[in-house]
Structure formats: C-alpha cells, structure tokens
C-alpha cells in the first residue's frame, strides 16, 4: 500500500513464510508471552507506517550501520524537541516555520499532504492548498530545525499512496479553510480511510493518470485508445518479481530491530509527555496583576 | 631515540650487504651474456618495501571449535595492550610543520544544518584504528621516483595500518610487516609523508580527534569505477541528433583530429575508455562535527570519491588560504578522550539537541 | 496553447481558443514565448487575461535564459511590450519555497513602479529578500511591488 515508504515486509517473499508465521500464531494463542510477543509484532506493524522515515535506503550500496545509527540518534533527538506527529498522505497538517525572510514572525501553511518521500533526515513532504483560488504547493523537511510546530488537523489516509494527481483535480478536492479547527479522533481507533474519488480537469494533464492504476480517481472520461495504451504498457508481473521486491525492502528482522530500538526510545519521550501534560494540568494560574 | 638510531644504522648495514650479495650472485650467473641491460633493464618504478602479497589462500585444514578459540587466544595474548614504548613530545604547530593523516572509511552522506536556518550535504567519515607501524626518517626513505634536483626540507615517511583483522588471513611476509610494531596485522596500510618533528612513536593510535571541528581537510579516495564507457558518459559531450538522417552515430564522439600538417590524433584526445577507478583528492572540505565515540568526522560536500564503504586518506589542507588559524595537536591529540563530549560541532552548525531556530529581527 | 492549462479558469470561457495539445516544457520552466499570467489589477493585464490572450515572454533578463522567481521580463501583451516581474512558478522550488499551478507575473514599468495596485494571489516571501538585493540605489526600485501584495506566504 506504501509503494513511497520502503516495504513493510517482503510481501510476495512472505507467502512462503506465511505458514510459518501462522504456525506461529497458533502456537502463541496458547501462551501469555507469545501473546505479548504477538502484540509486540502487532505494535511494530503500526511503527512501520507512522514513523516510515526510520527505515533506511534499502539500496546496498549505501547503507552502513554506523552512519544509519547516527542519523536515528539525530532524528530522535529532533522529535525531542519538537513533536512531530503520525501523519499520512492525505491528511490535513499545518506547519509553522519561521522564515529569514520575515524575522521575527512565523509563517503558518495550512494544507493536505500529497506526497511523503526519502527516509533518514532527508525525509519530506509536500503541503497542497488553493488560496485565494490560486493553487499552493510547499515542500518542507520533516527534521528542518526552523519548523517550530507540525499540527495534525485531520487524520485520515487516501485510497493512493501519492495525491500528486490532486494537482489536476478540480479545486474544490484540494481547497482548505486556513483557519480550520483540528478533528479529535477517539483514541487507540485505527486511522480512518477516507474513500473520496477525485474528478479531474479535463486534458491536458500533467502525467497520464490512466496508466497509474490509481483508485482514487473517478471516472476520467477517456477514449479506448488511451486505456488500451495503458494496457500495453503495464508491468502486472513486476509484483510477482521476488528479486525486485527484495531489493527494495528491508528484511524484516532487520526492521524488528530497528523499530523496537526507536520505540523504546520514543516511548520514554511518549512518557514524559504525558507526565508533562499532567503536570500542567495541575499548575497554579499565576496572578499578573 | 639512540636505540632507535642504531638499530637503524644496522639495518643500513644489513640491506647494503645484501644487496652485495645479490649483485654478486646475478653477476655470477649472468656475467657471460651480451647485452645483459636489455635483457634485465633495472625497473622504472620499484614498490615500496610493504607490497607485498597479502592474502593467503585459504586453507583447508579442518579444525575443531575448541582449536579455533585457542587460536583466537593466542592472537589475543599476542597483540594485548601494546602501549608504545616512547612518550609523544608536544611541539607548538607551525604553518610550515607537516602532520600525519588517517585513514578512514566514507560511511554516507546526511544533511545538517546551520544557525541561519540553511541546509548543507555533509558527508560521514568514519576515522579506522590507525595505528603506527613503522617510520622511515628522510635520509631513510628512498622513494620509488626520485626526484631531480635539491630538495630543501625533506619529508620523513610515517606508515599507518588500520582495520586489524585474524593475521591468519595474511601471509607470513604481510605479518612481518607488523612485526616491529607489536601491532595486530591490519587490512589496510597508508603512507604519509610528514615533517621529521612530526614523527609518532611505533604503536601510537590516532582518533578522530587529530583533526578540530572548524578545520579544512583534504580527502583521496579511489573513484567509482564504472568500466569502458563511451565519450557521453566519460567526458558529458553532447553525441549526435536522435533523428534527422542519422544512421548508427547517436553517442559517437565524431571527429578525433584534424588533417594536413596535424594529421594524426594529437596526444590526450578525449575518447572512449575506462572511466573511474582511479585516485582523486576533494580539496577544501571543512570538519562541522565530530563524534568522537564513533570517530566520526562530518565533512561539508557530498562528491567526495568513492562509494559509501571505501577507503579514503584524510590528510590536512594543502590550500594556502585554508591554513587553521589555531595551532593544531601536534603532533597529533593524546589526551585521554574519556572526558570529551560525544558530539562536538563547529559554531556555525545547529545541533539537533538544541531548539527551533528562530529568525529573530537583527 | 502553451500552458493551456495555467490559464485553464481565465480560458474556460473562450474554451474554442484552447488546442487539445500542450507544448509546455517538461521542467515547466520559463523561457521565451512561455504564456504567462497577469495577476495584479492593471487594465492591460485583466483585459488581456479576460481576453484568453495570457501575455507572452519574449526576454529573461538575466544570463540563463530561464527565468527564476523573482526575475525581470519582458512580456508581449495585447500588442504592446510591458517588463514584469515573476512572483510564482510552476517549476519545482527549494525546500519552504511556494510552487504555484501558474507562472505568475507583476506588470512594471521601467522605474519598477507596477501598473497595478493590488496582487490578488498570494506571493512568496523570499522576493522580500530577492527583489532587495536587485533593487540598486540609482536603478528601478523593485520593492514596490511588496507593498501592493495582499498575502504572503
């Protein structure tokens, strides 16, 4: 489902372990600490697509374990210092950088996120809006130390891993009240997948979108001619290709290890958060007058 | 140093006897041949005295578990907590003091970022557990081409070995190397050409606190070797149109020369070739950060040669106008690192545990 | 039409004017004869955007060619050659820089006065720091068109 986000696991490769992990299942409905094991894995499932960026290239000619260690450690240390929440594309966020442009004020860009890219400190996404009927697009850097607040105001996921085609759509998809007020989902509730299918503008289009297979697209419209083209040029087999889909997946022991150590870490964060939060709830309004 | 001195005096004196020696034998058997100087001309480029062949094949002997580990023992009783016999002497760096440089590995490439809020590429070198291994002094070192003419402040030659790996892996001439040191045999050797002051006790190990955050380095390291290529990919010329009555000359360079009195390709023409693999220096490049659990040196730039996990030589700037201001550890740092902060960025560099940067009114 | 698209609200209504096919250049860079948009309030401007006439580059000035955010231009609109100023493009852009659906431009004339008196898009707020160091203390004053900008972001 996350084609930008390095694999969860090795999906077509996992077939053949599929036996084994339901063996595994069954053996663990017997036991209290397979159970705990279970939601661990359950647990890293869900890191995998709320913290993506923590997964490395997959390519092997650059990883080191080393250098990988040190970005964590840096990525971590960022998220200490500001709180960079679980996002996906097609969420709303509002982020407030500041600009050397404009001292002393921060800029505040309200808009839906279509596209989540690269992994490490490298990590971006793109914000989308249409102000003043004019249509916006801003790419920021997840770990940018001049972003001094990422805010989730709408949770939600989309049917396509990438909204680019939200550039082509009529206005009315991607256009967002600046002003809005964040929606409160009920806690420990799976993130709602918002099923909308966009109408696009009629052609020329930036790409063709008809070969993309996307789902979230209404009907658009086309001659024969075109789908029958995008029928020539699909590659259906390429997710059958065992080799590609190796290569660009980490191996799924080396993501347990690498997302239990950042969930140990982040969690402590989690923690004195929470601890935070209380503590404020009970401090005493100070007199000014 | 006076045993150093003599010992280097007798193995003067042993290498000028055996090569009497050998020059008596060759002339011994070959004394009767003709045009002897074309059958065995002296060699153009002689090695250094530390080529030499380094893997043995692997062996096929079978060994138990319990034979390995003592094996493993062995090595380790052997190359135990060799600390170096003399004390490094501590001199006041001066522009025209030449120190050694390290060997390191390019571990990646990540961004920082500065105060003002501006993004920068670094690149991530991961300094080795370089360790001394043998100095030849001025006089000492005969370099494989000699230069012509005089030359004023001779540099003596420092050899540095990192990434220490099972000596049963190298043959028995490779270990020889190491002999002296006392050091464990390691995969890769360095030479550095150093002022004679700078001359570091045999065993020493440099971190990656030789260098100061702030400073400008030099790095060498091999390119990516990409094969035979083509003139578009080796020298970006344009090759020919796609269309337009173009037959078989789309990434042909065309004409290699011209006719007449320079009728012939000239010299140093740019054609097709092997591209890469071969030994390149990033000049100028700038320390922002060190790790110094790690040894790791974040370096500005990301074209530094090499692919990620090769082996580059980190050695002080050559540019003139790139001199450290500050005296440098000379000749290199040996305080103890125990007490020195894990991290330590240039000012120009925000670190990821201070706040937001906030551009305020100047 | 170049960029059919960019003027696609302005052209809906002349919609037998628009060609099936766009030449656009891949980057979406802008170079000679790239269709523009006018969005500030100037007669010459709204006319000819109402027109389905978007103005036409004819001249970057600088040394590329390809005009970057914040560059001098001169545009061909409705028969008459007027300077602009690029205030948003469609090209991708740094990292916290705006990219716009249109390549939008501010009509100025030779003192860099503009020829309108309000922009109604929002424009970038690195052409604070842009159009500074391009203003020079005896050429044209390229800052004025800030003033007339009703948003920044």
């Not at chain 1, 939200?166 to 007020?181: I, S, V, W």
């Not at chain 1, 029928?231 to 980490?250: C, F, G, Q």
């Not at chain 2, 094969?227 to 000359?249: D, E, I």
Request: hydrophobic share 35%; aromatic share 8%; net charge positive.
């Amino acid at each position: 489902m996350f084609s930008t986000v390095p694999k969860p696991c090795i999906r077509s490769i996992s077939n053949r372990v599929k036996g084994l992990t339901s063996l595994y299942n069954a053996r663990s409905c017997t036991s209290h600490a397979g159970k705990r094991a279970d939601n661990m894995k359950k647990n890293m499932t869900r890191y995998r697509f709320i913290y993506p960026e923590f997964l490395p290239d997959p390519k092997i000619d650059f990883r080191n374990p080393v250098r990988e260690m040190l970005e964590r450690n840096d990525m971590i240390a960022r998220r200490h210092q500001i709180d960079i929440p679980e996002f996906y594309v097609g969420s709303i966020l509002a982020v407030e950088a500041s600009d050397p442009h404009t001292p002393g004020k921060v800029q505040r860009f309200v808009g839906i996120c279509i596209q989540r890219k690269n992994c490490g400190l490298r990590a971006n996404f793109i914000l989308r809006n249409i102000i003043d009927h004019q249509g916006v697009e801003i790419l920021y850097d997840l770990y940018d130390p001049c972003i001094q607040k990422i805010e989730v105001l709408r949770l939600e996921k989309r049917l396509d891993d990438e909204l680019l085609y939200l550039r082509d759509a009529l206005p009315e998809y991607c256009t967002f009240d600046p002003n809005m007020e964040p929606e409160i989902l009920p806690e420990d509730g799976d993130v709602p997948v918002n099923p909308i299918k966009v109408k696009l503008k009629p052609r020329p289009w930036l790409e063709r979108w008809e070969r993309k297979n996307l789902k979230g697209l209404q009907d658009l419209g086309l001659n024969e001619r075109f789908y029958e083209r995008a029928r020539a040029v699909a590659t259906p087999w390429e997710k059958y290709d065992l080799m590609k889909e190796y290569m660009r997946t980490i191996p799924e022991e080396e993501q347990n290890e690498i997302l239990g150590e950042v969930q140990s870490k982040l969690q402590k964060l989690d923690v004195t958060k929470k601890r935070q939060k209380r503590k404020r709830v009970f401090v005493k309004p100070t007199k000014l007058a | 140093m006076s045993i150093n001195f003599s010992s280097v005096v007798s193995k003067c004196c042993l290498r000028s006897l055996e090569d009497k020696f050998v020059f008596l034998s060759i002339s011994g058997n070959l004394g009767q041949i003709r045009e002897k100087h074309k059958i065995n001309p002296p060699p153009r480029l002689r090695n250094p005295t530390w080529f030499t062949k380094k893997l043995r094949a692997p062996s096929t002997e079978l060994i138990t578990h319990e034979n390995k580990d003592f094996l493993k023992e062995v090595v380790q009783d052997r190359f135990h907590d060799k600390v170096p016999h003399e004390e490094i002497t501590q001199i006041e760096w001066t522009p025209d003091l030449q120190r050694t440089g390290v060997i390191a590995r390019k571990i990646g490439i990540y961004p920082l970022w500065f105060k003002d809020g501006k993004k920068i590429t670094t690149t991530l070198l991961q300094v080795l557990d370089n360790h001394v291994i043998k100095y030849y002094a001025p006089e000492e070192f005969d370099p494989p081409r000699k230069r012509v003419g005089r030359i004023k402040n001779k540099k003596g030659c420092l050899l540095l070995g990192a990434e220490a790996q099972d000596p049963s892996t190298f043959t028995r001439e490779y270990c020889g190397l190491f002999k002296d040191s006392g050091v464990i045999p390691k995969k890769t050797l360095g030479r550095f050409f150093i002022s004679p002051n700078a001359r570091l006790p045999i065993g020493t190990l440099i971190s990656a606190m030789h260098f100061q955050v702030g400073n400008v380095v030099d790095v060498r390291g091999k390119t990516i070797d990409r094969g035979f290529q083509g003139v578009m990919k080796r020298h970006g010329f344009k090759g020919m149109p796609a269309s337009h009555g173009v037959t078989k000359t789309h990434r042909r360079g065309g004409n290699i020369g011209g006719g007449g009195e320079k009728g012939r390709v000239w010299p140093g023409t740019k054609m097709p070739g092997h591209m890469g693999n071969r030994s390149r220096v990033a000049k100028g490049l700038k320390i922002l950060r060190i790790n110094t659990k790690h040894n790791v040196l974040w370096v500005s730039g990301q074209a530094i040669p090499g692919e990620t996990n090769s082996i580059v030589y980190i050695y002080d700037t050559k540019l003139p106008l790139r001199k450290p201001e500050k005296p440098l550890p000379f000749p290199t740092f040996i305080e103890p690192t125990d007490n020195l902060p894990e991290d330590i960025y240039d000012e120009s560099i925000h670190s990821f545990v201070e706040p937001s940067i906030m551009h305020n009114e100047s | 039409m170049l960029n059919g698209k960019l003027v696609f609200n302005d052209a809906l209504k002349c919609n037998s004017m628009i060609r099936k096919f766009h030449t656009t250049n891949h980057c979406m860079e802008i170079q000679k004869l790239t269709r523009l948009r006018v969005v500030d309030n100037s007669e010459i401007g709204k006319q000819a955007m109402a027109e389905g006439k978007p103005p036409k580059c004819i001249h970057i000035y600088n040394k590329t060619g390809v005009g970057m955010i914040g560059d001098k231009v001169l545009v061909a609109i409705k028969g008459e050659k007027k300077k602009g100023i690029l205030v948003g493009l469609k090209q991708n852009q740094k990292p916290k820089v705006p990219k716009f659906d249109s390549n939008n431009v501010v009509l100025i004339d030779d003192n860099g006065t503009p020829l309108g008196t309000r922009i109604h898009v929002p424009i970038p707020t690195i052409l604070r720091t842009i159009l500074k160091e391009k203003t020079h203390t005896k050429g044209a004053d390229y800052t004025k068109i800030l003033g007339i900008a009703s948003r920044f972001i």
